[in-house]
């Protein structure tokens, strides 16, 4: 009971649509949150090295050097909800990303993104009272959140990081 407490106080800004102080943890287990980002624009995305969409991390990568002078960054989630295509350990998926992709910006621990393990962040993003109510469907699943720590687009696994929607939003919420 008091874990399910717990997980409904850190849910509570994302009701009212600040998102920002949902406590997560980084890749190399420190405490973090969205209001670390406070002020640039994020790309949070669930990763997976094992799926036929992890080239994308070669154009994540590519908005992480094209927007970084403005603002913005992505935040990788690695997930291994999908058919367990994200089987690594934290080093691993480290090691994976830097040689293969030569990824710069933050990943996370590892999430669960779905189901009854899944982490309060996709619950104010995905759950059913949710800014976008509905699954991610599947590995790199993206969510634009705004500088004042508010999501305001959502862009499913197959659109590409370079896609034209994807970067005139990252370009608007830049420029607000």
Known sequence: MKHLAILFAAALPAIAGDISSIPFK???GKETSLAAYKGKVVLVVNTASKCGLTPQYEGLE???KKYAD???TVIGFPCNDFNGQEPGTAEEIVTFCKTK???SFPLMEKIHVKGEEQHPLYTALTGKDGVFPGDVKWNFGKF???KDGKAIARFEPRQAP???ELTAAIEKASAE
């Open 144 to 146: 634009l959140i705004s």
């Open 26 to 28: 980084t890749i190399d």
């Open 62 to 64: 590519g908005l992480q």
């Open 162 to 164: 370079d896609s034209p």
């Open 101 to 103: 992709y030569d990824v």
């Open 70 to 72: 403005k603002g913005f």
